[in-house]
């Protein structure tokens, strides 16, 4: 008989357990509306780096343009919401996330480890690695070239990190400068200002096969990583269905087709 009630009290603990855990994740579930406060609203506000091509970048009539536009165009087609792009500083991406004035970050944005504590990320969707872009008639020819000379980087972006991992290179500048965007980046190397500037492929090679034969990429490089669309950590109801509609376009070969639109990221998109 006491086996009998014991065994009794146990199923009923169990019951308890079961019916407050799933009551719980019920909550918590119901507790994300950040996909019914987009659709709601009717539209998505994608903070970018306006200065960034090919991924996202205003064109001479002040148009945000960009493969990173086209994507997001297409994803918030399919959701039936409007895109937005809200023009950011880099630096204080996170802050503009966190404090609500956009819905996503989404501007060849890097995952990292240490990101991955502040941003709830899509799956990786881009290839990318972080280039050495030089003036075409320099003498520097690989990394230990860089010894005593001025390398640039824009400020917050993962080139600062991937840099920071080889800390014997680094060591070696003269100094390594912080600028606000890679296309400023990009004039200071083309006026003498710093010598070398390290960026994110893509968009490095959008200006080295401009035409004008002004820039040099180097063979060597400061390594690879991988691009995804940012959320508020407790954004997992949205994250979630951005990444479903991401993968679909996979599957159906809508990125491929609106990569080849934009030849500089065309390699680099993960199939």
Known sequence: MKKTIALMLCLLLALTALVACGGAQDKAAAGDDS?????????????????????GYKDEDGVIKGFDIDLAKEVCSRMGVELVTQPINWDTKVVELNNGNIDCIWSGFTIT???????????????????????????IKSKADLSGKLVGVQAG???????????????????????????TALIELKNGTVEAVVLDEAVGMSYVNDG??????????????????????A?????????????????????????????DVTGAILK
Do not use: H
């Open 35 to 55: 996909l019914k406060k987009i659709t709601d609203a009717g539209k998505l506000v994608l903070g970018l780096d306006d200065a960034y091509p090919p991924y």
């Open 113 to 139: 480890e240490e990101l991955k504590k502040q941003v709830n990320f899509t799956d990786p969707y881009v290839n990318n690695r972080q280039i050495i872009v030089v003036a075409a008639g320099s003498d």
């Open 235 to 263: 954004d997992n109801a949205l994250r979630d269905k951005v990444n479903e509609t991401l993968a679909a376009m996979r599957k159906d070969g809508t990125i491929e087709k609106i990569a080849k639109d934009w030849p």
């Open 157 to 183: 972006s993962s080139a600062i990190e991937a840099i920071d991992a080889e800390a014997d290179v680094k060591a070696t500048f003269k100094e390594l400068i912080e600028i606000k965007d890679n296309v």
């Open 212 to 233: 004008t034969g002004t820039y040099r990429v180097l063979d060597e490089d400061f390594g690879g990583e991988q691009y995804g669309v940012g959320f508020r950590l």
